[in-house]
């Protein structure tokens, strides 16, 4: 819903805003506002403005008419897009609105299902949002991967030929970054976090609104670079092939630009909520162990992302202002790029861990009935894994060229990182032992975490060990050992909370049976598909080639045939949440897994307001098998008319019933 | 631990049962099979083989991580799956009560942390001799090596990189370009990396020898051969569409067949070598140069660490002068 | 609750609410107050990630001089135009503390005529950093200096649009709340949550200038000085 503003009732006079007009707004149709559509059509009329003044700008440039592409042009017309699609989806409104003195009073609670389709100030509508918007990311990503694995069916035969495959290769890599970034952060961060920590808002909901329909923009930037022509240099866009690419590139260095904004405005909000919104009595030692991961991944969201934002905003530079940042012959360099990059891109891979180990960190007690074993060291091994993770960055160039002598201190550096990351173990071992396991799906997909992060940290460990890493650096041994940790880790972890959280944030359960087969078909193949490639990197196999040795087709294909198994895996999850959520529904039980957890001491569907009165925390959340526990929280109860609490006028004229249902659910 | 505990009935099967000594027994024996097993079967197969130094250390150290890899997720396996089949649901009956040990236990955690420290610090050690000792391992260490074999002269290949394909210059031998990569047997290698237009990098899988191809950059990678045979050449950084068609063979030769090769293909190559640009660590494409002429970076007199022919004409002395007078 | 807050003022905080009590209004109040003090300062680090980014770029550069090119002949933006800009965002800044001071003695109009200086200030200098990529007397890429420097003019202008922005917003926002807490002592006194949470954001957003300006210094001394 926009952000309504009128001329004085945001200063709080009783009975300014005119009833008729709460009325007006209540009767009007809910799509005669902003929503995706009009967003839409702000990009579209953005992306024509940008492109015509990059064409006024530059249309008879020397350079643009020697190569025939206005790079100008192309980034202006991203930009303006973008600035369109927030303008048509009102994200502008509340900036603007306060330029002229005024705070706008919010949205009207509505229960109509235009609300998904909108800016919107309620944080669980936007972590659904973020739901289907990050499965928009996986599912692309993921159809691209089928691409790469068809083409490596043969080791020299071509079905999609070496242009385009580096073009699905980059844009695999592009989206799947991306995607990862926000894939708990986004949904699970933004639905959970007021919840878990008492509180009954977001800080800064409408910037909470403004990094998921960035997130979404940024989605549709990087899209764009396939019929501009792709980008050949892969994910990490290294600078002198950047500078000469197509005009692909200036999607992708708009598009993480974009994101970056995204992730940045995410990180921040989050941040500010957990550290002020947090109920009486929720003390830093009784904090989920998921909102320690979130609040030490929003540390890297925050201050890792503008580093890469500046990155791309000189690789932009380089190619519409023809500066020379990344131009040797120029006086630039192209480990400026490269520094720049995995400055933030190290940091980065930390925001795909820390948010998964909170998961699996919320999971263990309710599934092992105990509690969480050795919190404190969990959480301080989460800070120490965001802190140690801004110092590593050069093991990416142990064979770049760089320095020598800095060599020994990265490989300390990166392995002394494995310490805190030992710490997420510590915690599930000890929280294993003489409990009471029960293969619940949630608890499945946290043990596969456990299983495949360990081979995702292990090869880690060879990547950081110099002399090893000069055989398996740049190879399919890094492919693997990635894939491991963010798939094989974060993604899982992300299924698991989405089967787990997926009754309170709708109120149906998704079917178990279908979830354990999508799990097993996943985890199986999952490891089929990357453990071959492990082996493909030691035996001499660079990454994102089309052309690889004969004697490793054998592995090569067994990869593919996996991966097409893993990739239709998915279709089990889509059926199973488009079957269990819209077309048979079953309700879910209150609190299906018998957590302890303050989320699940809210009724289903959460109110709008969350928590009826703000509950003051008693405990934390995991004191299982503990005979007489305290509650966790006392919920209060609900003020009636002579409690001893003022009605405001406000509630009389905004709290009313939604034709749909009433804002208390 | 068991206070509070309502009845025998609610004992986890085999509550009292020494499940850590189990589990380290198990672990143990799984250990003593699997690790020397790996060590002594595969390790000595490990890529990238032992053509030269670069490759023998990076394949034994490849070895050493792997056997102690393996050892470690057997540890953490077999307690997974110990507590997973002991404690599964089915086998515990009613919640299981714990005591404060179950919050956390300070032994147990400083322990943990002891051990893994430890172990990361030896790895720590272990890495960094073998990266010194052996000469940087095989890998890049830019313009300014640190450490460097301990011939004196040895044999100076400059790699030079460009969109799609490597080429390679002998200064010893006059400073002829070639798309053959030969080199001599039990001879220390400097290869100097560098690259005319994008980022690639030169990876000579069997020699254990990776280094990046910057522009206007001199990347120096050590080796010495050990063994005669081929190997392959990969780029092995995305450097455009055709980076996968990026690759190369070479082989190592009897020095006195190397000398004989190199000494006539600098002959059979003078009068295109005349046209070439002058020997130089890098190469600059030229701003002014119509279709892309390239210049030697010390052309322009702004790059001062640019002494083309002063220490690596020298490989070979003797034995070079001899080959010369019989060819 | 000591502080007692009159009941529709809760609009300041944020849409339509609840029944709250005393306490959950003071409680929501101050934690709306605390996460914009410490959003400023998250501001801030993202700011100074943000400048080290281009400051990294600077010092890479010149350290690295390839080809010579870091910057031949030592060429220069206009040191006259560069001067003036910092000058006026030092003042700017100088203004801002002045009128954030005087405005925390209740004396609004100072205040006013301050910042709206300082706004004014902002949209001048922005007008010469814009002025200065017209007459800069280099390329854009003829050295690693001239590509820092089009980086820093760009920067430059957002850190100055930023600085515009929220000065302008608190100006508006003082405005439109003045009759409102007129009778409780003002915006610098009023225990409205408008004025309060006015207060809370004038506080990071001075925090944010002087920030700005110890940028402006670094990036004065390294582009036109050194």
Redesign the interface.
């Known amino acids: 819903m926009a952000i309504r503003t009128t001329a004085t009732h945001d200063l709080g006079t009783p009975g300014e805003l005119p009833p008729e007009g709460v009325a007006r707004a209540r009767n009007r149709s809910p799509w005669l506002d902003f929503h995706v559509g009009t967003a839409l059509v702000g990009a579209v009329a953005g992306f024509v403005i940008g492109h015509y003044i990059g064409v006024l700008i530059a249309g008879h440039d020397i350079n643009v008419d020697n190569n025939g592409q206005n790079n100008v042009a192309i980034c202006l017309s991203l930009g303006f897009g973008y600035l369109g699609w927030m303008a048509g989806i009102g994200g502008w409104n509340y900036p603007l609105a306060k330029m002229i003195g005024r705070e706008p009073v919010g949205e009207l609670p509505s229960s109509h299902w235009s609300r998904y389709f909108k800016y919107t100030l309620d944080h669980k509508v936007v972590g659904l949002q973020y739901v289907i918007g990050v499965l928009l990311f996986l599912f692309t990503g993921g159809l691209l991967a089928m691409g790469i694995r068809t083409e490596l069916l043969n080791p020299v035969h071509h079905i999609i030929g070496?242009?385009r495959?580096?073009e699905l290769v980059s844009e695999h890599g592009t989206v799947m970054m991306m995607m990862a970034t926000s894939i708990v952060i986004g949904p699970l961060g933004n639905w959970l976090t007021p919840l878990m920590i008492g509180s009954r808002r977001m800080a800064f909901p409408r910037i909470e609104a403004f990094s998921f329909w960035t997130f979404i923009g940024g989605y549709m930037i990087i899209l764009t670079a396939m019929p501009f022509g792709g980008f050949?240099?892969?994910w990490?866009g290294?600078?002198?092939?950047q500078t000469?690419a197509s005009g692909g590139m200036d999607s992708y260095l708009c598009g993480f630009a974009v994101i970056g904004l995204g992730m940045i405005t995410a990180g921040f909000n989050i941040a500010a909520t957990v550290i002020h919104y947090r109920a009486p009595g929720m003390t830093w030692s009784r904090i989920p162990i998921l909102t320690w991961s979130l609040l030490s991944t929003t540390s890297l969201l925050m201050f890792a992302t503008p580093v890469l934002v500046m990155a791309g905003l000189f690789g932009i530079l380089d190619r519409t202002a023809l500066t020379a940042f990344y131009v040797?012959?120029h006086g630039g360099s192209?480990?400026l790029w490269e520094d720049l990059f995995w400055f933030f891109g190290h940091p980065e891979v930390y925001i795909m861990a820390l948010p998964g180990f909170g998961i699996v960190g919320e999971m263990l007690p309710v599934f092992?009935?105990?509690?969480?074993?050795?919190?404190?060291?969990g959480a301080a091994g989460m800070i120490g894994v965001a802190l140690l993770s801004f110092f590593v960055w050069q093991h990416h160039l142990?064979?770049?060229?760089?320095?020598?002598?800095m060599?020994?201190l990265f490989?300390?550096t990166t392995?002394?990182i494995?310490?805190p990351t030992?710490?997420i173990?510590?915690v599930g071992?000890?929280t294993?032992?003489?409990?009471?396991?029960?293969?619940e799906v949630p608890m499945l997909f946290a043990?596969a975490l456990?299983?495949n992060f360990?081979?995702g940290g292990?090869t880690g460990?060879?990547l950081?060990?110099?002399?090893?890493?000069?055989?398996v650096?740049?190879?399919f041994f890094v492919l693997a050992h990635f894939h491991y940790t963010i798939m094989g880790g974060l993604v899982f972890a992300f299924f698991g909370g989405i089967y787990y959280w997926w009754p309170k944030m709708t109120g149906k359960m998704l079917n178990k049976t279908l979830a354990k087969l999508h799990f097993w078909i996943m985890f199986i193949f999952f490891n089929f598909t990357f453990f071959p490639l492990l082996i493909v990197g030691?035996?001499?196999q660079?990454?994102?080639?089309?052309?690889?040795?004969h004697n490793l087709q054998g592995l090569n294909d067994f990869s593919s045939v996996s991966a097409y198994i893993l990739g239709s895996s998915f279709l089990i999850f889509v059926w199973n949440f488009v079957w269990s959520t819209w077309i048979n529904p079953v309700p879910a039980p209150a609190n299906p897994w018998g957590s302890r957890g303050l989320e699940w001491q809210t009724p289903t569907p959460v109110p709008y307001w969350n928590f009826e009165r703000i509950p003051v925390i008693l405990s934390d959340p995991?004191r299982?098998?503990?005979?007489d526990p305290p509650p966790v929280a006392d919920l209060g109860v609900p003020i009636g008319a002579a409690a001893a609490a003022q009605s405001f006028a406000a509630e009389v004229q905004l709290g009313l019933d939604e034709p749909g249902g009433s804002f208390r659910g | 631990m068991s206070d509070?505990r309502p009845g025998a009935a609610d004992e986890?099967r085999g509550?009292h049962a020494p499940?850590l000594i189990r589990i380290f027994a198990i672990w143990a024996v799984l250990s003593a099979i699997a690790g020397p097993l790996f060590y002594l079967l595969v390790g000595p197969h490990?890529?990238?083989g032992h053509m030269t130094s670069?490759a023998s250390?990076?394949?034994w150290?490849?070895n050493v991580?792997?056997t102690m890899?393996i050892i470690?997720?057997l540890g953490?396996?077999t307690?997974?799956g110990y507590?997973?089949v002991t404690?599964?649901?089915s086998r515990?009956v009613?919640?299981?009560?714990?005591g404060r040990w179950?919050?956390?236990?300070l032994l147990?955690?400083t322990s943990?942390?002891t051990i893994?420290?430890l172990a990361?610090m030896g790895?720590?050690v272990?890495?960094?001799i073998?990266?010194?000792v052996?000469a940087?391992?095989?890998?890049?260490?830019?313009?300014?090596?640190?450490?460097t074999p301990h011939t004196k002269n040895p044999l100076v290949v400059q790699v030079i990189a460009q969109q799609w394909l490597f080429t390679y210059r002998y200064p010893s031998f006059g400073g002829f370009e070639t798309t053959q990569l030969i080199l001599p047997d039990h001879t220390a290698i400097a290869f100097h990396?560098t690259s005319l237009?994008?980022?690639h990098?030169f990876?000579a899988?069997q020699l254990?020898?990776?280094?990046?191809a910057?522009?206007?950059?001199d990347?120096?990678a050590y080796t010495t051969t050990q063994q005669l045979g081929h190997f392959?050449v990969?780029?092995?950084?995305?450097?455009?569409?055709?980076?996968?068609?990026m690759?190369d063979y070479g082989s190592i030769v009897p020095k006195a067949k190397f000398l004989s090769w190199a000494t006539a293909s600098e002959n059979r190559l003078a009068p295109v070598t005349k046209l070439l640009p002058p020997f130089a660590w890098t190469y600059?494409?030229s701003?002014n140069g119509a279709g892309g002429g390239f210049y030697p970076?010390c052309a322009?007199g702004?790059?001062t660490n640019c002494d083309p022919f002063g220490n690596v004409a020298t490989y070979g002395g003797a034995a070079k002068q001899s080959a010369h007078e019989t060819a | 609750m000591a502080d007692e807050i009159p009941a529709a003022d809760t609009r300041a905080l944020g849409p339509v609410r609840l029944m709250e009590t005393q306490e959950e209004l003071a409680y929501e109040l101050r934690a709306a107050e605390g996460a914009v003090f410490t959003g400023g300062r998250f501001l801030v680090g993202i700011g100074a990630f943000t400048f080290a980014s281009l400051a990294f770029a600077y010092f890479y550069l010149r350290t690295s001089n390839?080809?010579?090119?870091w910057r031949p002949h030592h060429a220069t933006a206009p040191t006259n135009y560069g001067a003036a800009v910092f000058a006026i965002v030092l003042a700017d800044a100088m203004l801002t503390i002045i009128g954030a001071v005087r405005l925390r003695r209740g004396m609004v109009l100072d205040w006013q005529v301050a910042w709206w200086t300082a706004v004014g200030g902002n949209l001048l200098a922005i007008a010469l950093q814009i002025l200065i990529l017209t007459r800069l007397g280099f390329d854009s890429g003829s050295s690693g200096y001239a590509s820092c420097y089009i980086g820093w003019a760009v920067l430059n202008i957002l850190l100055m649009l930023t600085t515009f922005y929220w000065l302008e917003v608190l100006l508006a926002r003082a405005m439109r709340i003045s009759r409102a807490v007129a009778e409780d002592g003002g915006p610098s006194q009023s225990r409205l949550p408008a004025a309060r949470m006015f207060r809370a954001s004038l506080d990071s957003a001075t925090y944010f200038v002087v920030f700005g300006a110890l940028i402006e210094l670094l990036f004065w001394l390294l582009f036109y000085v050194l």
């Open positions: 070496p242009d495959y580096i050949p240099t892969g990490t290294y600078a002198p092939l000469q040797n012959e192209s480990f092992t009935r105990k509690p969480l074993f050795a919190y404190r060291v142990f064979d770049s060229g760089i320095n020598p002598d060599r020994p490989m300390l392995e002394l494995s310490i030992g710490f173990y510590l071992m000890g294993l032992w003489r409990s009471k396991i029960r293969f043990l456990y299983f360990l081979i292990i460990v060879y950081s060990d110099v002399p090893v890493d000069v055989t650096h740049g190879s030691l035996l001499g660079p990454r994102r080639v089309f052309e690889y040795a995991y299982y098998g503990e005979p | 509070g986890p509550g499940h490990l890529p990238p670069a250390g990076d394949a150290d490849l991580v792997t890899a470690v997720v953490v396996w307690y997974f507590c997973l404690w599964r649901s515990v009613g919640e299981p009560v714990v179950g919050r956390g236990n147990v955690q943990w942390i893994t420290t990361v790895l720590f272990f890495g960094t073998e990266l010194i052996p940087g391992a095989g890998g890049g260490e830019g313009p300014n090596p640190v450490w990396v237009d994008v980022i990098d990876w899988y254990g020898v990776k280094a990046d910057n522009p206007d950059y990347n120096v392959v990969r780029c092995d950084e995305l450097c455009g569409i055709w980076h996968g068609a690759f600059t494409p701003a970076a322009t702004q790059v | 390839n080809l010579g090119l």
